[in-house]
């Protein structure tokens, strides 16, 4: 059974730095499409960012210059970095494969 867990999720301040981090189990991540969403309260769930297996990337229009997706398949993981920060990245992050896996989400709170 695939598992996907986040972490590195928190509180920061406008301007600031975070980098989430998802690690699969069960799966054979190298060749996975990876992708991290958010869904902010009361708002549907979007896409952030997405790579695939050979390592080609897509953000969305609100994150590009921001944020950078990236991955280390020796260690089935996946990042998010996310630099200046805005109170409108405030969101729940997921981990998500092309299998149709979720992780169980990461807070990610901005504000001053």
């Known amino acids: 059974q695939v598992q996907l867990v986040e972490s590195g999720g928190g509180f920061v301040q406008p301007g600031g730095s975070l980098r989430l981090s998802c690690t699969a189990s069960?799966?054979?991540?190298?060749?996975?499409?990876m992708a991290w969403y958010r869904q902010a309260p009361g708002k549907q769930r979007d896409l952030v960012a997405r790579?695939?297996?050979?390592?080609?990337?897509i953000y969305a229009n609100s994150v590009k210059g921001r944020f950078t997706i990236s991955r280390d398949n020796a260690k089935n993981t996946v990042y998010l970095q996310m630099n200046s920060l805005k109170p409108e990245d405030t969101a729940v992050y997921y981990c998500?494969?092309?299998?149709?896996?979720w992780g169980q989400g990461t807070q990610v709170i901005v504000s001053s």
């Open positions: 069960g799966t054979i991540f190298s060749t996975y499409v």
């Open positions: 998500y494969d092309n299998a149709g896996s």
């Open positions: 790579i695939s297996s050979g390592g080609s990337t």
